[in-house]
């Protein structure tokens, strides 16, 4: 398998623009994360879906920011309009379950956006 | 008050060293314990997890978990310029998203 594919792998966009972010999970795999990482704050996690399904999205920051899983196979993440402070790496990760570290998440190689 | 506490260094050892990284936390439910390595401009990979308290070894790496102090830690033996990363330090409570720190970068200089 080729891992979680990730695209855009860079991003650079002007404030107030939209964002779409993409995401290939692994096949086979029920869950799928999308997380962001910046500096201060570290990784985390923003949302994660079972079966397609959202389960959790208590850390999507707020209204400007969407996700959707429309098939097991590709996910994306959404952010309209985008604000300088988005600026960070957003990760997808994957994994068979959620069963702390016996089902391993396995991250993509994460957008860079960028936000001017 | 984070629930992950993770200096975040940067961290500077000559080759060969013995090398600890630490994590302490604020939730005593926490029943995972897991080690991520992310090397530059990659994503975070599994290096190790540990179930409850404990230690666990896998080749030059060791993970203790001390569940009575909230401190978990990775030693890392004979330490290598490949070892050169940044370590994430994640938690869960089992059937639940993981919790992770800030990450401590490590650099092993030759």
């Known amino acids: 398998d080729a891992g979680v594919i990730q695209s855009p792998r860079h991003e650079v966009t002007e404030m107030g623009q939209e964002v779409t972010l993409r995401c290939k999970p692994i096949?086979?795999?029920?869950?799928l994360f999308w997380y962001r990482q910046t500096m201060m704050r570290g990784l985390e996690l923003l949302i994660y879906?079972?079966?397609?399904?959202?389960?959790?999205d208590s850390g999507m920051p707020e209204d400007r920011f969407s996700a959707k899983m429309p098939n097991a196979s590709f996910s994306t993440l959404k952010i309209q309009p985008s604000e300088p402070r988005d600026s960070a790496v957003y990760f997808c990760?994957?994994?068979?379950?959620?069963?702390?570290?016996?089902?391993?998440?396995?991250f993509g190689p994460g957008t860079r956006l960028t936000v001017l | 008050q984070k629930e992950v506490e993770q200096d975040p260094g940067p961290l500077s050892v000559p080759e060969g060293a013995i090398v600890s990284l630490n994590c302490t936390y604020s939730?005593?439910?926490?029943?995972?314990f897991m080690w991520y390595r992310q090397y530059s401009r990659k994503g975070p990979e599994l290096l190790m997890y540990?179930?409850?308290?404990g230690n666990k070894e896998d080749g030059r790496f060791t993970a203790q978990v001390d569940k009575s102090s909230k401190y978990i830690s990775l030693f890392i033996r004979d330490s290598q310029p490949s070892d050169s990363a940044t370590y994430l330090c994640?938690?869960?409570?089992?059937?639940?998203?993981?919790?992770f720190g800030t990450g401590t970068r490590l650099t092993i200089i030759p």
């Open positions: 994640a938690m869960s409570f089992g059937n639940e998203k993981l919790t």
């Open positions: 879906f079972n079966n397609n399904v959202p389960i959790d």
């Open positions: 540990t179930y409850s308290s």
């Open positions: 096949s086979g795999h029920d869950y």
């Open positions: 939730n005593s439910a926490f029943q995972y």
């Open positions: 990760a994957s994994s068979l379950g959620v069963s702390g570290g016996t089902d391993t998440q396995y």
